[in-house]
């Protein structure tokens, strides 16, 4: 799965580019690297981190891509029914709000737990 939203990413963002880190994990990799994505929400990468490593156990996340303030993740296991994807829609919240006040709208959690149902890329932004 991540190699296959690797593909995809690279195709829709060319002028990306590699970055080696010595890290456990893409989550690890994230405070490694010193990156501080959220800063205007949360200057703790290792907080991030924390999240998105639970997300690798149990979503088996990984992350493909890493922006400013974007991390972009491949899930090779996503909440499949609405309840789970509810559950999953508040964790996302708390973890990144921007994704809902600023996404797509309707900007209820119900609506962006519709969004996230089966998908097998969860990508966020801070403002």
Known sequence: ?????????????????????IAESGAEALTVAGWSGPCNYDNDTAKSSTVVRDWEHRFRARVVAVGFSTPHLSIASPPMDEHEALLVAAEHFAFCPDNLWQGSRPYTLAAYAERITGAHHWDFWWD
């Open 1 to 21: 799965m991540a190699a296959e939203y690797a593909r995809t990413f690279l195709a829709d963002h060319p002028q990306t580019r590699l970055g080696l880190v």
